[in-house]
């Protein structure tokens, strides 16, 4: 079977190809794509290259398929695989493998497994990871963000706290306890939002900053104050002391800490805001190897403050991002803020800094140019669906495009 795929050869060189997929073994599955997310982790593989730890050091002679953030539906089971996957089922994978022996990862490592494209191969690897995961949600869109919701998750499940006269600890962030998401108007940013309005440990004050008031507004339009949770959303592009500030919104300091943002004097601040027993999650990836900051180790000796860092989630965290997007418990819908085709997914991956905005959601199968959701003409017919949702992208709107948009 003939693919259409973007695939990277070496730093900042991606290119759309149509190339012949190899048959299927039987530890394998065939399957198609329709929608992929575009993740800022690939716009950092793109921008490394071989050097990415994840991807082939022969990289122009093994090119891979970019993008993890997909879903779709199986075409062809391997004879491995008949009993537990069935043709025509919808999938989401989880991208994150943990191979025993290798970093190998979707999206980033393989020739034939990845988002950006109309049919894939998947690897062995990922079933023998337990990785493939039937969906039975609504939409395909939704379903590209249940890998991003899953990272939300994973992040939230290493946080912990200290049980009193105990060496054990309590995972989570703390119930009731006050919440500080640094840089927390992105897209994941947003997904964190949604999980702690609506995960099963809720605090009891949460608090977003960033420095982009138009971001700020349309997050606190989207999240305001709910089920007994307070939450507040402050502009610190011009405050010279965001501690003081952030520290007496809180009435003192913050229980739980996540660090959007791989900026150093925001990880100093936000050491400076913990309280005893507090835990900061460096949840932004840098590219700097050599990346630090300074923090107060005075606070983690006498008060028992700590750091973990979370990168993707894992198999669980997957099947709950599953469940919680088949329930509509999280409304992943609010963080797409672009659509785009196969043909326009180089280019944009390439310049999501400068894009800015939310998610990026690719229709591989389609042939179209980025689009801004807020910029579509609200006169033409897919403008008036997404007047139905306040600018919401949606079923009816991914029906749209699936049907009227021109194929690749």
Same mark, same amino acid.
């Given at each position: 079977?003939?693919?259409?795929a ?6 900042k060189d ?13 530890n394998?599955i065939l ?5 992929d997310?575009i993740?800022m982790?690939?716009? %950092?593989?793109?921008?490394q290259g071989?050097?990415h ?8 002679? !093994?090119p891979?398929i ?5 879903c ?7 004879g491995?695989?008949?009993? %537990?996957y /069935?043709?025509?089922e ?8 943990q191979?025993p ?13 990845g988002?950006?494209a109309t ?5 062995e690897?990922?079933?023998n990871q ?8 609504d ?14 998750i994973?992040?939230?499940?290493a $946080?912990?706290?200290l /049980? ?6 309590k ?5 009731d306890g006050?919440?500080l998401?640094?840089?927390g108007?992105?897209p ?8 702690a ?14 420095r982009?008031a138009?971001?700020?507004a349309r997050a606190?339009?989207?999240y ?6 307070e939450v507040?959303?402050i502009?610190? +592009?011009?405050v010279e ?9 809180a ?6 800490i ?5 900026v ?5 601040d936000?050491a ?5 027993d507090?835990c900061? !999650?460096f949840f932004?990836g840098?590219?700097?190897k050599?990346?630090s900051?300074?923090? $107060?180790f ?11 860092g ?13 469940k919680l997007?088949?329930d509509k418990q999280? /409304?992943v819908?609010?963080?797409v803020t672009?659509i ?6 180089g280019?944009?991956t390439?310049n999501?800094? +400068?894009?800015g ?10 042939q179209?140019e980025l689009?801004?959701?807020s ?11 997404l ?6 992208w949606?079923q009816? +709107?991914?029906?749209?495009?699936l ?5 690749i």
């Amino acid at each position: 079977m003939k693919t259409k795929a973007v695939r990277l050869y070496g730093k900042k060189d991606l290119r759309l190809e149509e190339l012949e997929l190899p048959e299927i073994k039987e530890n394998e599955i065939l399957a198609s794509v329709i929608t992929d997310s575009i993740c800022m982790s690939t716009w %950092k593989l793109a921008n490394q290259g071989a050097d990415h730890k994840k991807a082939p050091n022969n990289l122009a002679e !093994n090119p891979i398929i970019i993008g993890h953030e997909f879903c779709g539906e199986l075409l062809e089971v391997g004879g491995k695989w008949a009993h %537990k996957y /069935k043709k025509g089922e919808r999938y989401v994978l989880q991208a994150n493998l943990q191979l025993p022996d290798r970093p190998d990862c979707p999206g980033y490592s393989y020739p034939y497994t990845g988002g950006d494209a109309t049919y894939i191969v998947i690897s062995e690897d990922v079933m023998n990871q337990d990785c493939l995961i039937p969906y039975k949600g609504d939409t395909y869109f939704e379903g590209s963000l249940i890998e991003p919701l899953s990272c939300v998750i994973g992040a939230f499940e290493a $946080n912990y706290h200290l /049980k009193e006269g105990s060496y054990e600890h309590k995972m989570g962030i703390k119930a009731d306890g006050n919440l500080l998401i640094m840089g927390g108007t992105g897209p994941m940013g947003l997904l964190a939002i949604d999980y702690a309005l609506h995960g099963p440990i809720k605090p009891k004050k949460l608090v977003v900053t960033d420095r982009d008031a138009e971001k700020l507004a349309r997050a606190e339009k989207l999240y305001p104050s709910q089920n007994g949770i307070e939450v507040s959303y402050i502009n610190v +592009a011009d405050v010279e002391d965001q501690v003081s500030l952030l520290k007496e919104k809180a009435d003192g300091g913050f229980d739980d800490i996540f660090v959007m943002i791989p900026v150093a004097p925001v990880v100093t601040d936000a050491a400076d805001m913990l309280n005893p027993d507090g835990c900061l !999650n460096f949840f932004a990836g840098p590219q700097d190897k050599e990346f630090s900051a300074q923090v $107060n180790f005075y606070d983690v000796h006498y008060s028992f403050t700590h750091f973990v860092g979370t990168s993707g989630g894992n198999t669980e965290d997957m099947r709950k991002a599953v469940k919680l997007i088949e329930d509509k418990q999280v /409304k992943v819908a609010n963080v797409v803020t672009h659509i785009l085709g196969l043909d326009a997914v180089g280019e944009t991956t390439l310049n999501q800094p +400068a894009i800015g905005g939310g998610k990026k959601l690719v229709y591989t199968h389609k042939q179209s140019e980025l689009k801004k959701l807020s910029e579509i003409d609200n006169n033409s017919e897919l403008g008036e669906i997404l007047a139905e949702t306040d600018g919401i992208w949606s079923q009816k +709107a991914e029906n749209y495009v699936l049907k009227n948009y021109p194929n690749i």
